[in-house]
């Protein structure tokens, strides 16, 4: 028996009712695991924003080390674009690890969110 998608019953009730799960959080632990997801996403779009930063001023450096024709202060500047884009992909892959350091040196998980706030009882 085919079945057209428009047919296809998506909620209990049928139809479409709002985006995602956020009016489902009944209780304080389901709104404290909702906090949470969104802070481990967000940290999550942040490195990968970073990443992919650090690409394009890769990219954008080597490019002008080749393009600059032997001027001195071309492949200055595209040597200066290639340190910082480095220098910024450490700085957030570290701060990671120094919140993670920090947390357990003062007894919470900081990186996890919802656990932490379950210890601190807020």
């Keep these: 028996m085919n079945q057209l998608l428009a047919e296809i019953r998506l909620y209990p009730g049928g139809g479409l009712t709002g985006v995602g799960n956020l009016g489902e959080a009944t209780g304080q632990d389901t709104a404290i695991n909702m906090f949470s997801k969104i802070i481990s996403s967000v940290i999550g779009i942040i490195t ?63 990186l996890n969110v919802g656990q932490m706030i379950r210890d601190v009882g807020i």
């Design 48 to 110: 990968v924003i970073a990443v992919i930063w650090f690409i394009f001023l890769l990219i954008t450096g080597a490019v002008g080390i080749m393009s600059s024709g032997g001027d001195k202060a071309k492949v200055q500047t595209a040597r200066l674009r290639l340190t910082w884009g480095l220098v910024g992909l450490v700085v957030v892959v570290a701060g990671i690890f120094i919140i993670q350091l920090v947390g357990s040196l003062i007894g919470l998980d900081i």
